[in-house]
């Protein structure tokens, strides 16, 4: 068991004056097993009991260059000194927009924001302004952030409320959300051709988005299949609804000029966040100028306090220069890959049946015979063996969520000697497992 003698008491504290003792209800494990994290260094990670970890959380995706960067961080120190905001744009914002425009394929012009949030809830403002229509189509197992219009059939909803596949219901996460919202969203299986057509025609006219992860990452990073991107770039230019490219995971992650990039299709807006900044806090949404240009004074609403501010420029500056200079995502594709081949590899000899899902950037798996290209399909995972291999690792200073439906992330940081020992220690988590679960990983992969 991993030491626990210094989390627990600071987290008791934590309970008695933060909703939880946390900031994010994702950080809640319980209220005897929440961690409590000391620092992070490249790829590692240490809690204040001093276990070490093989980070592939990454804080849910933000460190693509590894934790405290120096690079990063002297640029964020140099930014200091000069002040962090100021009621006025700067220099580096232009510097910082310039970069993004000429890194992201179709990217004219855009805004800054600070999370991934309040990216993906302006686009959808700005959709609804450009088309002058309100509803919206997402998909199930997508997660845009924390506004309400988009809490609906996320990956925290149960797969079994979701209605039938023809006639899907969109399911609320949580209390506080308007009932009324619910009639602005249409909610629609991933990677479903004919699903998304029929409702296109349907109710086009009063459909102002789709608004896409074009790979899940809050469901193993699913890629989209082929052709289902551009099924969708094609129907939001027959019928005149603004395509959105929610990118905070997969932005500046999986090639530099996203999912854009990497998957050939190019949207009308992306919303970015995460890896920009690595790890500061820092977004941005943007497109085409002629739908960009709709924001301003007595058109469509953008302010805030700290959009743009000085020592967010400073990292994504940072980091967009390092992204440029050197061959981070390619090169770090192929350690993902050999991550992503060993896990399948060590997963067949055990007799395993299994998925491996997702870019060699944020890879994943699912336990299952069957090939899983949605949300409803990982009703089809094997969640306990996945959880139980995951525990395993955890407890043995490998850190991947210890839930399928969040892929690994890798970072710069991750080298050669990590992923070997990672796949070390993976190869042990699933020896481990099948001594202890013997009838769950038969080779028919039987649950009993």
């Given amino acids: 068991m991993l030491k626990r003698e210094k989390a627990q008491p600071i987290f008791e504290r934590a309970m008695k004056v933060m909703a939880k003792g946390v ?5 809640y494990w319980g209220p005897t097993s929440t961690p409590v994290v000391a620092r992070g260094k490249g790829a590692k990670v240490w809690d204040v009991d001093g276990n070490e970890f093989i980070d592939y959380r990454l804080g849910w995706g933000p460190m693509i260059l590894g934790h405290a960067d120096e690079r990063v961080n002297a640029a964020v120190h140099a930014a ?70 988009v809490l609906f059939s996320t990956a925290s909803s149960s797969i079994h409320s979701l209605g039938a596949r023809r006639s899907p219901v969109a399911v609320q996460v949580g ?41 899940l990452g809050n469901s193993a990073g699913i890629e989209a299949d082929p052709g289902f991107l551009a099924h969708l770039r094609k129907l939001c230019d027959e019928y005149g609804m603004v395509l959105i490219f929610d990118e905070v995971k997969t932005g500046f ?31 941005a949404f943007g497109g085409k100028r ?27 500056n940072a980091v967009l220069d390092i992204l440029a200079a050197s061959p981070v995502l390619a090169n770090l594709a192929k350690r993902g890959q050999r991550l992503k081949s060993g896990l399948s590899e ?34 089809r995972h094997n969640a306990e063996i996945y959880d139980a291999i995951l525990g395993y690792l955890y407890e043995h200073g490998v850190w991947a969520e210890i839930d399928a439906r969040e892929p690994w992330f890798l970072c710069e940081a991750h080298d050669e000697a990590l992923i070997d020992e990672t796949l070390n220690r993976f190869q042990d988590a699933v020896k481990a497992v099948k001594t202890s679960y013997p009838r769950h990983t038969d080779g028919a992969g039987n649950q009993a």
């Fill in 23 to 27: 900031s994010s209800n994702f950080r």
């Fill in 253 to 283: 992650r999986i090639a530099n000029g996203g999912a854009r990039e990497a998957y050939g299709v190019i949207s009308d807006i992306s919303a970015y966040a995460k890896s920009l900044g690595n790890g500061y806090p820092v977004a």
């Fill in 346 to 379: 060590i997963l067949s000899d055990a007799d395993i049946p299994h998925q491996m899902t997702g870019h060699p950037n944020m890879p994943g798996f699912l336990i299952t015979e069957e090939k899983i290209n949605d949300y409803r399909g990982m009703a």
């Fill in 80 to 149: 200091i000194d000069h002040g962090a905001i100021f009621a006025a744009a700067t220099e580096m914002e232009v510097i910082v927009a310039e970069k993004i425009c000429a890194m992201v394929p179709g990217m004219e012009m855009l805004r800054f924001t600070n999370t991934g949030t309040e990216a993906t809830m302006h686009s959808l403002r700005v959709a609804r302004g450009y088309t002058g229509r309100e509803k919206f189509i997402k998909f199930e197992g997508q997660y845009h952030g924390m506004h309400d219009y």
């Fill in 175 to 215: 209390s506080g959300i308007p009932k009324g919202i619910r009639d602005y969203v249409i909610s629609l299986p991933f990677n479903d051709f004919e699903a998304v057509e029929r409702a296109v025609k349907e109710r086009y006219w009063e459909i102002a988005a789709i608004i896409v992860e074009p790979a």
């Fill in 290 to 316: 002629e739908i960009m240009e709709l924001i301003g004074p007595g058109s469509v609403a953008h302010a805030g306090t700290y959009g743009g501010n000085a020592l967010s420029m400073a990292a994504a």
